[in-house]
């Protein structure tokens, strides 16, 4: 009997000691189970703190932080270091890959809008030239198309339609552009008339661009007479190459200025200029009709005779 006394009693105690053994896990677990739980927590508390990642990958934060409490409950529960460790990497690993998953969606978009913002600055960049283009006919392409007027005519020149047509689709392809056309005129005669003569022949050409479906409130004339040479006046070519329509596209506003059949003048400048008249019994040159300067074979200062010069 009292050798079953002592058994009961030995096994109360092994019983006990088990029991306290139970509830106080060794201190290299708990090291272990506290180690595992904190370095999760770190990265979930980082990857919290990322914007990219409550924007991209919010759910896989989730799941992070769900199995972090995994980890937790297995260690406070039932001292499960095995358990607690497992769960507790899986939870980092998932904050990782959240982090990861996000900057790289959060590339994806950067590349996504810079392209976008791209597009819209070269489209922007196309509007303005579209609006600000200015396309000014250069002095040779004047020279070869729209130079070299008849003395004393307003009739366009023979080679004259290649320019026209290039002008003609340049303005059709652009139609909120306008057109300003100014006619000029060599040194010869009285400057009143030579202002009218000028005028004839802007409205010449203005006359073809219309003829080619340009509509004609978009082209603004100036008569600037003999104003602005492009060339000596000393010389029989010079004189040519004066005998001119200079036409300039641009984006903007434009408004008549020079001779016009009102008897309004100006200046390429601007200025307001006084009214002129034409000359006595003069009347503006007609398509193919010489003026009265011709008729009478003056041409300033050289007194030769520019019915010649065709």
Known sequence: MR????SGAGALVAGMLAAGCASHPPAN??????TAIGNAGQVIDRASADPNVARYAQGELERASDQLRQAKTAWNDKHDVK???HLAYLAQQRALTAQELANGRAAEQAVVVAAANRDQAVGRVMAQRQMQQTTTITENTAQQGLAGFAFGRARL?????PTIDELATTLKNNPNQMVVIEGHTDNVGPPEYNKMLAMKRAEAVR???VREGVESGRITLQALGEQNPVASNDTRE?????RRAQVIINGGETRMVGYSQGGATGSSSGEEERNVQPPQNAQPPQSGQHTQTE?????GQSGQDDRREQ
């Open 295 to 299: 008729q009478n074979g003056q041409e």
């Open 238 to 242: 010079g004189r040519r190459e004066n």
């Open 3 to 6: 050798h079953i006394i002592r």
């Open 157 to 161: 020149p023979k080679d004259a339609k």
């Open 207 to 209: 006359a073809a661009l």
């Open 83 to 85: 358990t607690t460790e």
């Open 29 to 34: 677990e708990v090291a272990a189970a506290n």
